[in-house]
T-cell receptor
Framework: EAQVTQNPRYLITVTGKKLTVTCSQNMNHEYMSWYRQDPGLGLRQIYYSMNVEVTDKGDVPEGYKVSRKEKRNFPLILESPSPNQTSLYFC?????????????FGPGTRLTVT | SQQGEEDPQALSIQEGENATMNCSYKTSINNLQWYRQNSGRGLVHLILIRSNEREKHSGRLRVTLDTSKKSSSLLITASRAADTASYFCATVPYSGGGADGLTFGKGTHLIIQP
């Protein structure tokens, strides 16, 4: 089944403790991206990647890192999480060319930073 | 930055009725996409309409695009309880195929009363 998977689905952590949210897709998609969703603000893009070893900042990249060492994986790294990063996070993938094609979203990771 | 704005923010109708949601945006677009999100879950792509298209259908869904008014509408006919969800429009700017992501509106929350 074609899908985007994220782990963990739920995470409660404390300020400053480094964490990684994994994202993997099995559709051989070149383009991958991360969004966060907050009440009243909608979805905002954090980072995106056009292909392996090619990443770039989205609208709200501060406090996040990403890497794209393999085509299928695009982990989101929070080196020192803070409470304002409490949010619902989504990974998405699509064919080369990115947003001009439909995006396939993962199920989401609900992160709480205390 | 937020470009798409959905209207209404919330809509409650009886099962079997039609539901219409509108989306307005500010800048020229390559395409406009509609997504559905069931409570707290990942987004599911519904329809993509390109800037040179005026109308598109998919099952019970009909999307129109008016680039002169910078607006789009999503019509769901013969609504079902399972259509209860939030619906988002997302735009891709006309920038020669830029890779930065979709710009989402804040969504319309649709409730179908049985």
């Amino acid at each position: 089944e074609a899908q985007v998977t994220q782990n963990p689905r739920y995470l409660i952590t404390v300020t400053g403790k480094k964490l990684t949210v994994t994202c993997s897709q099995n559709m051989n998609h070149e383009y991958m991206s991360w969004y966060r969703q907050d009440p009243g603000l909608g979805l905002r893009q954090i980072y995106y990647s056009m292909n392996v070893e090619v990443t770039d900042k989205g609208d709200v990249p501060e406090g996040y890192k990403v890497s794209r060492k393999e085509k299928r994986n695009f982990p989101l790294i929070l080196e020192s999480p803070s409470p304002n990063q409490t949010s619902l996070y989504f990974c998405a993938s699509s064919l080369a060319g990115g947003p001009i094609y439909e995006q396939y979203f993962g199920p989401g990771t609900r992160l709480t930073v205390t | 930055s937020q470009q798409g704005e959905e209207d209404p923010q919330a809509l409650s109708i009886q099962e079997g009725e039609n539901a219409t949601m509108n989306c307005s945006y500010k800048t020229s677009i390559n395409n406009l996409q509609w997504y559905r999100q069931n409570s707290g879950r990942g987004l599911v792509h519904l329809i993509l309409i390109r800037s040179n298209e005026r109308e598109k259908h998919s099952g019970r869904l009909r999307v129109t695009l008016d680039t002169s008014k910078k607006s789009s509408s999503l019509l769901i006919t013969a609504s079902r309880a399972a259509d209860t969800a939030s619906y988002f429009c997302a735009t891709v700017p006309y920038s020669g195929g830029g890779a930065d992501g979709l710009t989402f509106g804040k969504g319309t929350h649709l409730i179908i009363q049985p």
